[in-house]
């Protein structure tokens, strides 16, 4: 089995990347493999709402940024990690703008997957954030994988969050229970509704 771990820092190995690094440690001493994927510091498109991937579904339209590289490989992960510094308390716009656009064009592929949010902060706005990231799991019948404490690191400088013993704790509970769930479904998604359609009801008619 396999976890996809999403670093959505503008830098490839800042204190976002060090918590990921600790999960990806300890998935694998239980034997579970990842990835650490990063999403890079290039431009990065928001969704523009064109519903252009319903006509070609599992690719957003935009082709231009990582969105499509890292929608693709929702089909060959178990789980999903999404680890994220926080701005203004809110997560990096850009990842956010990824997420949206992945989960639109590509949602079958990742929809009953385990799911976990990281929040990575100098002080504040980390459980505003951390509750951001874990909004559109939700939406997509994805069960969110918890930890001892909100799954949340402290750190500002480059290498910080490796002095947050605690926040560190809490990403291997985070990873051992994340690995404890894919064992015990065999990494079998969640049913969802299973054979229920979807009744989708608008307040306006």
Not at 56 to 85: Q, T, W
Not at 185 to 197: I, L, Q
């Amino acid at each position: 089995m396999k976890v996809l771990l999403i670093n959505g820092s503008p830098h490839p190995e800042g204190n976002t990347f060090i918590a990921l690094k600790v999960i990806a440690e300890s998935l694998e001493k239980e034997g579970i493999g990842s990835e650490i994927v990063w999403i890079g510091n290039k431009p990065v498109r928001g969704c523009n709402a064109c519903n252009k991937c319903k006509e070609e579904p599992g690719r957003c339209a935009f082709n231009d940024d990582v969105c499509n590289v890292i929608s693709a490989k929702f089909e060959e992960s178990d789980a999903l990690v999404v680890g994220s510094p926080v701005y203004y308390g809110q997560p990096n716009g850009a990842l956010l703008a990824i997420i949206q656009r992945a989960f639109h064009s590509n949602g079958p592929a990742i929809a009953g997957k385990p799911a976990a949010a990281v929040a990575i902060c100098r002080r504040g706005g980390s459980t505003a954030a951390f509750q951001a990231l874990n909004m559109p799991f939700q939406m997509m019948d994805m069960p969110v994988v918890t930890s001892q404490y909100w799954n949340i690191v402290f750190g500002r400088e480059p290498g910080q969050a490796s002095l947050d013993t605690e926040g560190l704790q809490t990403m291997r509970t985070l990873a051992g229970n994340l690995a404890w769930m894919l064992k015990v479904t065999g990494g079998k998604p969640a049913p969802g509704r299973g054979d229920d359609p979807w009744e989708p009801m608008h307040f306006i008619r």
